[in-house]
């Protein structure tokens, strides 16, 4: 850059040197020529930290040290090696995880002093306070990126009953986070709940992409994405979120009030639901997801969101389950492939591929579903339900609301609702 200033001053000079008289207002105007040309270049030049010592260039001790550090990086490239430190960003940045001596594990783990309580988060109007081991404080004039980063979280210690522990928290800030894992977010039993990431929305309407990434071991939410009355646009593509920690009230990918979500191409395994689509979330997709050994593949407590060409199987209660009182008009699901709840039709246990629940359903907007191996197709159809599906080795194709023909004990147990184990704590 300094050559280029020092080419730039000659040339000006040259030509107010060749100017006629008078020149002051073509003197004037080069050298404003030239000033407008240097605070571009200043604009455009990039400031790169790096954190350890696997590489050449102006290094830090920890991640936060570099981000603290003036002018402010546009990027911070971390060495591997273990971090101990809880990191808050309020300025644009991509933080990235880079290769050296034959390793590529740039892992954020518990401070020495303990984690300590840094976020708060925002739950349908309840301010939670929160552990982050990133918290993205409401960002503007760019995006923060997180890239080749693992972030190993709390274990079994003990949290207070009404904090959360998270391993990425987005607050009204955009971004993408790409190759990231966060794991062993799951605190001591009795305590509060451990989430993988929360995506949460603001006056600046954020865009989020969560993508080939893996998230796991988790006692709450694998991915919680809420608008709190501003909208929030999240992609989730091409993850792996898997909750093998308490089975039955974990929720692996929540979407909430506000959240526009796009979700495909995910691997989506156990817990209690494997998607929930929550109330008052009107828009999105929900799409060629595979969605394994859930009590719940996909829950519906709002129309609107399509649900379409996902790969369910190995569900112990439902394949889909539309909540009580939410009728279908506007949410299309269909071409999605369901195999195997809870266990083979032919030992003639309980499993529903989809449960209707007796709400007003859009026939045209549920078909095309194909539906195997299970108890009963579908249940609890409303009158007048209809459609062009495919089923395979099921006692009931369509057990409608008026029908004894599949027993109480049958039919599929309403589902928890996502944190509510905490939030009537």
């Given at each position: 850059m300094k050559n280029s200033m020092h080419r730039i001053a000659?040339?000006?000079?040259?030509?107010?040197?060749a100017a006629q008289a008078p020149s002051k207002l073509r003197l004037a105007a080069c050298?404003?020529?030239l000033a407008l040309f240097l605070g571009a270049q200043q604009m455009s030049a990039s400031t790169t930290y790096i954190v350890g010592t696997c590489t050449s260039g102006t290094q830090f001790s920890t991640i936060q040290a570099a981000l603290d550090a003036s002018p402010a990086p546009n990027t911070v490239e971390v060495c591997p090696g273990q971090y101990s430190e809880q990191l808050t960003i309020t300025n644009p940045v991509t933080i990235e995880g880079i290769t050296a001596s034959n390793g590529s594990l740039a892992q954020i783990v518990e401070p020495l002093a303990g984690f300590t309580t840094n976020a708060t988060v925002d739950f349908l109007g309840t301010l939670i306070p929160a552990i982050a081991q990133v918290y993205v404080n409401n960002v503007s004039g760019g995006a923060v990126n997180l890239t080749n980063l693992d972030f190993y979280g709390?274990?079994?210690q003990s949290v207070a009953p009404n904090v959360y522990f998270i391993g990425i928290v987005y607050a009204g800030s955009s971004g993408t986070i790409n190759h990231v894992s966060t794991h062993v977010d799951n605190p001591a039993s009795g305590t509060g709940p451990g989430l993988g990431m929360w995506i949460e929305?603001?006056?600046?309407?954020p865009a989020v992409t969560v993508e080939n990434s893996s998230i796991h071991d988790f006692s709450g939410e694998g991915i919680m994405v809420i608008g709190n009355g501003e909208s929030v646009t999240a992609t989730i593509k091409n993850n792996m979120i898997n909750s093998d920690v308490n089975p039955t009230t974990t929720f692996d990918l929540t979407l909430e009030e506000g959240a526009n979500a796009t979700v495909t191409g995910n691997f989506i395994g156990g817990g209690q639901a494997g998607v929930f689509i929550g109330g008052d979330v009107t828009t999105g997709s929900v799409t060629s997801n595979t969605i394994f050994g859930s009590q719940y593949g996909i829950e519906l407590d709002s129309d609107g969101v399509s649900v379409k060409s996902n790969n369910i199987y190995g569900t112990a209660v439902a394949g889909i389950y539309v909540d009580e009182g939410i009728n279908i008009e506007a949410s299309v699901v269909e071409n999605n492939t369901i195999t195997m709840v809870k266990a083979a039709a032919s030992t003639g246990d309980q499993g529903i591929g989809i449960e209707l629940n007796c709400n007003s359903i859009n026939s045209s907007h549920v078909n095309?579903?194909?539906i195997m191996d299970a108890f009963a197709g579908y249940d609890n159809a409303p009158?007048?339900?209809s459609g062009s599906n495919t089923y395979n080795g099921l006692f009931f194709n369509v057990n409608p609301c008026s029908s004894d023909a599949v027993?109480?004990?049958a039919r599929a147990a309403a589902p928890l609702k996502p944190l509510a184990q905490w939030r009537r704590k």
């Open positions: 000659a040339l000006v000079t040259r030509l107010a040197s050298f404003s020529a709390v274990g079994s929305g603001g006056s600046s309407k095309s579903n194909t009158s007048g339900f027993s109480s004990k």
